[in-house]
């Protein structure tokens, strides 16, 4: 299975960039999909993840440094997830990486996804 990141770039501050993790297999339509952020020097941290089954429908989660600033959604059909970034700041600048677990399930927990992507870097000066 491979995911491929793309959509990063050098922003203004303010301004907006979408990201977009494409899979390799339409078998993860029902599995929860994610992003996460490294900043230089810090640790892998949570952005957002989305989820969809029969029975629930679409569920997503934000940490809450993105909440009302980044939507994520997904196109089962294409079998990509985007992560739209709005009213970015200097300290949204990181590595993004798009993961995919096993089960229909958001969650913020690294450990839980067992595929990733090879990142992209997004810059935001200030």
């Known amino acids: 299975v491979q995911l491929q990141a793309s959509g990063g770039g050098l922003v203004q501050t303010g301004g907006s960039l979408r990201l977009s993790c494409a899979a390799s297999?339409?078998?993860?339509?029902?599995?929860?999909m994610g992003w996460f952020r490294q900043a230089p020097g810090k640790e892998r941290e949570f952005v957002a993840s989305?989820?969809?089954?029969?029975?629930?429908?679409?569920?997503?989660i934000y940490a809450d440094s993105v909440k009302g600033r980044f939507t994520i959604s997904r196109d089962n059909a294409k079998n990509t997830v985007y992560l739209q970034m709005d009213s970015l700041q200097p300290e949204d600048t990181a590595v993004y990486y798009c993961?995919?677990?096993?089960?229909?399930?958001?969650?913020?927990?690294?450990?839980?996804?067992?595929?990733w992507g090879q990142g992209t870097q997004v810059t935001v000066s200030s």
């Open positions: 297999e339409r078998a993860f339509s029902n599995s929860a």
């Open positions: 989305v989820a969809s089954d029969g029975w629930n429908g679409v569920r997503t």
């Open positions: 993961a995919a677990n096993t089960v229909p399930l958001p969650t913020a927990n690294v450990g839980s996804y067992h595929f």
